[in-house]
Structures are given as structure tokens and as C-alpha cells.
């Protein structure tokens, strides 16, 4: 499900009725939580939140246009997905997060790389995601994306 905004607002005010309050929900749980410095916008979609160029001008080597992504949320056909780049590029991150999900959510993880998939919306694990939010600053993120991801693609 692609969705044309401008702005998160309008994003969520184009989603279907049952995810509006779920994506509205996840939307607030990862702007609360995130260390000062990123921030929200529309990326490639999706609600997104990224290190602007004012704090790292390379930008995403993809496209250095666009600014440095790190957390997107995007209602899809069937889930609402949570898309984090750290967990993709830090095994030691994804290796915490994994062991803490049961410990939240009864049913198995769904994930890829990066994208935490939620068929349900009512056990969507608000306070993990808190936690792995504060996990990382957009220093320590850019640090981990031109280590492990930007010098890899080469």
C-alpha cells in the first residue's frame, strides 16, 4: 500500500480507519523516544525519521539528495512495518532485540533485515519499541552506517 503525503500528518490521515490509531501510536512511540537530533518527515513513502543534513551533509549514499534514514513506519497491505536500520547493521542490536520480544509479545517474530512486521495491531510491543529507540543516537548511527553499510557498498 503506497500512500502520496507531504507530511506525516497527511500520511495518517490517508490510512484506512483500522490502522489509523495503531500507526498513530507507533508514530508517537518512536518520535518520544528517539535521542534529540533526528527527525521526522515523509521517506521514500513512509513516516520516516532521519539524520538531516545539518548533521551529516554526506547524506545517503544511495542519494546523497536525501537525508541519512533510520527508522520508517509504513502501513502495508497486510502489517504495519517497522522498518530500523540499526538493527540491520548491528547484530548486537538485533541479537538484544530478539532475545527481549518474547518476553512482550506472545506470538513469533516477524521480521526481515530491517522491517518488524505487525499482522496485529493490539500486540504491537509499544514499550520495547521505546527501549530500542533510545538505543542510539544519530552520532552513534552515523558512525554504524559509515562502518558497517556506506564503505561495504563500494
Avoid at 548533521?55 to 545517503?60: N, S, V, W
Avoid at 495491531?121 to 538505543?135: F, G, N, S, V, W
Wanted: aromatic share 12%; proline share 6%.
Amino acid at each position: 500500500m503506497t500512500i502520496d503525503a507531504k507530511t506525516t500528518d497527511e500520511y495518517i490521515s490517508k490510512l484506512p480507519e483500522d490502522r489509523k490509531e495503531a500507526v498513530s501510536k507507533l508514530r508517537a512511540t518512536v518520535r518520544d523516544n528517539l535521542p534529540e537530533g533526528f527527525e521526522e518527515c515523509i521517506s521514500y513513502k513512509m513516516i520516516g525519521f532521519v539524520v538531516p543534513h545539518s548533521l551529516y551533509p554526506d547524506g545517503y549514499h544511495c542519494d546523497p539528495k536525501l537525508p541519512l534514514p533510520f527508522i520508517n513506519i509504513a502501513s502495508q497491505k497486510n502489517f504495519v512495518a517497522l522498518y530500523h536500520s540499526g538493527i540491520y547493521a548491528d547484530k548486537e542490536l538485533l541479537d538484544w532485540f530478539m532475545g527481549e520480544y518474547p518476553k512482550y509479545v506472545r506470538t513469533k517474530l516477524d521480521m526481515g533485515k530491517s522491517c518488524i512486521r505487525f499482522k496485529k495491531m493490539e500486540t504491537i510491543p509499544h514499550d520495547l519499541i521505546a527501549e530500542l529507540c533510545q538505543k542510539m543516537t544519530p552520532q552513534a548511527w552515523i558512525a554504524l552506517y559509515e562502518k558497517n553499510i556506506k564503505n561495504r557498498k563500494r
